[in-house]
Every structure is written in structure tokens, then in C-alpha cells.
């Protein structure tokens, strides 16, 4: 196999705790973040991700190269396939599974629910099949969302890990909400260690262009307007609020979950009561506006940005939303430390650097 070489020293581990792991869906933002960092601290890291052209595929080759000058090999491959599974198992003892693969997306699932039925569903199970048949088991740990908790006025209190999820107003929210019911049951059946990281929106360098706040910059850089929504809710006009959390945060996150994950226990593991089923919101504990947002990115360029406000249609129950992050405080030591000035200070020095400076934008 042209990849074995690659792969192998890819995989080499530098550190004695012996840990392993592929990275599914390394050349996107979150695991490319995740890659580098189990790579630093000395772990063996291999990587697969499909390039797909959701978004800039340019983007994820250069997180592609930063990675391949670290010592991560990716893998150009997609994890529907299991004899390419099978290959990089045979390949590597992976000791864990970060499963960051994913069609991600809120907008493009209304016209293409099967590429998410496909890329997060069946790819999931195929994963998880594989999976369970190695020897020993990995331990999984992947990223479902906080968009499960979809459409429940809360008053505006955070969202735990208790709260109903049967409400996804979304199908990319329904399909991280399956995905968690298959990996319970792969959990219960299999006895593999599985852990359900809730990211909420995770910002930062080399995020990804389709979020909002992309545009946003972008917007201000182009003199553009920007429209901002408000929830017409009890005609109080809420402006939409979002529980931002910094990239390092999460990488912190995903890596004191792999380190806490426990051990599979093969089949029928669970009814042992040995291999962990866990699930942990992963933000920042506070609400931000949007209006807060801009107004730090017009800070840190020094330029103002043209605003149109228009009123939501619907009843806007999700228009605020935020998280309870004190499960996974106290389970994994799961501490977000960077506040939103300084996470959006270096998200903007890394735009400016990559997308270059457009002529009246004072980059100091
Ligand atoms: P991303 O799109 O940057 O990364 C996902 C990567 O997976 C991409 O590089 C894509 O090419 C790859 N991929 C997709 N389908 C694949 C397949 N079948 N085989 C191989 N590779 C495949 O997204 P991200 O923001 O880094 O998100 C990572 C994970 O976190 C996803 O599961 C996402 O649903 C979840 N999540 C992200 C956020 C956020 O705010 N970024 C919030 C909640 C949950």
C-alpha cells in the first residue's frame, strides 16, 4: 500500500502511555486543531478526511500541509469505506477514535439531507463497525452538537445535558441526534467506550468559512452590510444570542476527553457495566449577541460595520441559546479560559494573515 510508510511514522508514538489515535475529518477546523495537538504532546496521530468541497477545499489543503510539516499524515480517503477502515487498523493498533468527520452545515441540509443521512449517519456505523471488531477496542470519543437540544424555550436558562433532545429543528441536528443513539447502542451491544462531545459554535484560526461570523468579517472588510436578526419574542426584540467558544477551549475539551475515556470491553461490555457511555456539553458557558459579536471584530479592525436589524419570522425559541458546562467541569476538568476579545483578536490576526489585507483595513 503506497500509504503504509506514512502512516506508520504518523503513527509513531513519542510519549510511554502508548496512545494511538485516528482522527477522522483532520484536514476540517476542529480536527486539524485536535491533530496537532495530540501530535505535540507525543501521541501517534493519523488522520483521514475525504476533501470534500462543502467549503473550500483549498482551505483543508493547506490545514493539510500544516499538519503533513507537524508529522500528521492524512489519509485522502472516506470513512464509508470500510476496507480503507479496515487498512489503517491493520495498519495501527489505534488505542482511541476522535470522530470529527462530519457533513456539517445548517442551511445546505435543506436541499441535501441524504449527504448527511450518508456522511453522519451510515459513515458512523460503518465506523463504529470497524470498530468493534478490532482487537483491542478503541475508545471512541466524536463530536455530536448542541443543536440537539433544538427548538425549547428555556428562558433563557443554559442547556444541560439533561434537557430533552427530542426537538431538533434541523437535519443536521437530527442527524448528530441519531448518531448518539447508535453509539448508546454500540455502547450497550459492543462494549465500546463512547463519548458524545455537544459542541456549541467554536470559533477561532482556520475556522470555517461558512459561519457566521466569516461573514461577518468579511462584511466589514467590504463594507457590506450585515443583516442581524432579532427574535421578536414577547416583543422584547432579543437579538439572537449564541454560546461562542474558543477553538483552544475545545481542543482542551476533546483531548481531556480522550485522556478520561476509560477502556472498551468488547462485546457485551456494558452489560458488565465496565465500558463508559458519556455525553458532555462543550462551550462556553455565556451568551454572546451578535450585536456583541460585531462589535469586537469592528474593534479589533478598526472599521465600522454597516448593520441592517430585521425581526425573525417564527417564535424564535432558539434565538438564545447558551450552555451548562458544569458536567464536563467536573468529569474532565473542562475549563474554557480564552473570553471572547482575545479569541476573536487572534480568529481576526490569522483572517488578515491568510486572506491578506484589503487596501483601507489598518492591520496592526
Ligand atoms: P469541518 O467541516 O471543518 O470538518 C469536518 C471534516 O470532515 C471536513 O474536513 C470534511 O472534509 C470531512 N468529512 C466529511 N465527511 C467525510 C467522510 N465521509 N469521510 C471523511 N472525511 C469527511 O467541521 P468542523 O467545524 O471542524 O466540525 C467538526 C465536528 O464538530 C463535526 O462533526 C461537526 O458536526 C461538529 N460540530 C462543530 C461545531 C462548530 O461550531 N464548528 C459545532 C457543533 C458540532
Same mark, same amino acid.
Given at each position: 500500500?503506497?500509504?503504509?510508510?506514512?502512516?506508520?511514522?504518523?503513527?509513531?508514538?513519542?510519549?510511554?502511555?502508548?496512545?494511538?489515535?485516528?482522527?477522522?475529518?483532520?484536514?476540517?477546523?476542529?480536527?486539524?486543531?485536535?491533530?496537532?495537538?495530540?501530535?505535540?504532546?507525543?501521541?501517534?496521530?493519523?488522520?483521514?478526511? !475525504?476533501?470534500? !468541497?462543502?467549503?473550500?477545499?483549498?482551505?483543508?489543503?493547506?490545514?493539510?500541509?500544516?499538519?503533513?510539516?507537524?508529522?500528521?499524515?492524512?489519509?485522502?480517503?472516506?470513512?464509508?469505506?470500510?476496507?480503507?477502515?479496515?487498512?489503517?487498523?491493520?495498519?495501527?493498533?489505534?488505542?482511541?477514535?476522535?470522530?470529527?468527520?462530519?457533513?456539517?452545515?445548517?442551511?445546505?441540509?435543506?436541499? !441535501?439531507?441524504?449527504?448527511?443521512?450518508? !456522511?453522519?449517519?451510515?459513515?458512523?456505523?460503518?465506523?463504529?463497525?470497524?470498530?468493534?471488531?478490532?482487537?483491542?477496542?478503541?475508545?471512541?470519543?466524536?463530536?455530536?452538537?448542541?443543536?440537539?437540544?433544538?427548538?425549547?424555550?428555556?428562558?433563557?436558562?443554559?442547556?444541560?445535558?439533561?434537557?430533552?433532545?427530542?426537538?431538533?429543528?434541523?437535519?443536521?441536528?437530527?442527524?448528530?441526534?441519531?448518531?448518539?443513539?447508535?453509539?448508546?447502542?454500540?455502547?450497550?451491544?459492543?462494549?465500546?467506550?463512547?463519548?458524545?462531545?455537544?459542541?456549541?459554535?467554536?470559533?477561532?484560526?482556520?475556522?470555517?468559512?461558512?459561519?457566521?461570523?466569516?461573514?461577518?468579517?468579511?462584511?466589514?472588510?467590504?463594507?457590506?452590510?450585515?443583516?442581524?436578526?432579532?427574535?421578536?419574542?414577547?416583543?422584547?426584540?432579543?437579538?439572537?444570542?449564541?454560546?461562542?467558544?474558543?477553538?483552544?477551549?475545545?481542543?482542551?475539551?476533546?483531548?481531556?476527553?480522550?485522556?478520561?475515556?476509560?477502556?472498551?470491553?468488547?462485546?457485551?461490555?456494558?452489560?458488565?457495566?465496565?465500558?463508559?457511555?458519556?455525553?458532555?456539553?462543550?462551550?462556553?458557558?455565556?451568551?454572546?449577541?451578535?450585536?456583541?459579536?460585531?462589535?469586537?471584530?469592528?474593534?479589533?479592525?478598526?472599521?465600522?460595520?454597516?448593520?441592517?436589524?430585521?425581526?425573525?419570522?417564527?417564535?424564535?425559541?432558539?434565538?438564545?441559546?447558551?450552555?451548562?458546562?458544569?458536567?464536563?467541569?467536573?468529569?474532565?476538568?473542562?475549563?474554557?479560559?480564552?473570553?471572547?476579545?482575545?479569541?476573536?483578536?487572534?480568529?481576526?490576526?490569522?483572517?488578515?494573515?491568510?486572506?491578506?489585507?484589503?487596501?483601507?483595513?489598518?492591520?496592526?
Amino acid at each position: 500500500n503506497p500509504w503504509t510508510n506514512s502512516i506508520r511514522s504518523s503513527a509513531h508514538i513519542h510519549r510511554d502511555n502508548g496512545i494511538s489515535v485516528l482522527v477522522t475529518g483532520a484536514a476540517g477546523f476542529i480536527g486539524s486543531h485536535v491533530s496537532l495537538a495530540l501530535k505535540n504532546r507525543g501521541d501517534g496521530v493519523v488522520g483521514v478526511d !475525504n476533501f470534500n !468541497n462543502y467549503y473550500s477545499p483549498s482551505l483543508k489543503r493547506t490545514r493539510q500541509s500544516l499538519l503533513d510539516f507537524h508529522g500528521v499524515y492524512i489519509v485522502d480517503g472516506d470513512i464509508n469505506d470500510y476496507r480503507l477502515l479496515s487498512m489503517l487498523f491493520n495498519t495501527v493498533p489505534f488505542t482511541h477514535v476522535m470522530h470529527l468527520a462530519a457533513q456539517v452545515g445548517v442551511q445546505y441540509a435543506i436541499d !441535501n439531507p441524504y449527504v448527511y443521512v450518508h !456522511n453522519n449517519i451510515a459513515s458512523f456505523i460503518t465506523l463504529l463497525e470497524r470498530c468493534k471488531v478490532s482487537n483491542p477496542q478503541p475508545a471512541v470519543v466524536w463530536a455530536s452538537s448542541g443543536s440537539v437540544y433544538g427548538i425549547q424555550n428555556k428562558n433563557n436558562n443554559p442547556f444541560s445535558e439533561m434537557d430533552r433532545v427530542d426537538l431538533p429543528s434541523t437535519i443536521y441536528a437530527s442527524t448528530k441526534r441519531t448518531g448518539e443513539e447508535i453509539a448508546r447502542t454500540y455502547n450497550r451491544l459492543h462494549g465500546l467506550s463512547i463519548t458524545a462531545l455537544r459542541f456549541f459554535t467554536v470559533y477561532g484560526p482556520w475556522g470555517r468559512p461558512d459561519m457566521a461570523y466569516f461573514s461577518f468579517i468579511k462584511n466589514i472588510l467590504t463594507g457590506e452590510p450585515i443583516t442581524m436578526y432579532r427574535a421578536n419574542r414577547a416583543k422584547n426584540h432579543l437579538h439572537l444570542a449564541r454560546d461562542f467558544v474558543y477553538i483552544d477551549d475545545i481542543v482542551k475539551g476533546c483531548v481531556a476527553s480522550l485522556d478520561t475515556s476509560g477502556k472498551s470491553t468488547g462485546s457485551g461490555g456494558s452489560k458488565n457495566g465496565s465500558a463508559p457511555y458519556r455525553v458532555f456539553n462543550l462551550g462556553n458557558g455565556s451568551p454572546v449577541t451578535v450585536p456583541e459579536l460585531v462589535t469586537v471584530l469592528e474593534d479589533n479592525l478598526k472599521m465600522k460595520a454597516t448593520k441592517d436589524v430585521m425581526d425573525m419570522c417564527g417564535n424564535g425559541d432558539d434565538s438564545f441559546a447558551y450552555v451548562n458546562i458544569s458536567l464536563a467541569e467536573k468529569e474532565i476538568g473542562f475549563k474554557p479560559t480564552t473570553d471572547l476579545q482575545t479569541g476573536l483578536k487572534e480568529f481576526v490576526k490569522w483572517y488578515l494573515w491568510y486572506y491578506g489585507k484589503p487596501f483601507d483595513c489598518d492591520r496592526t
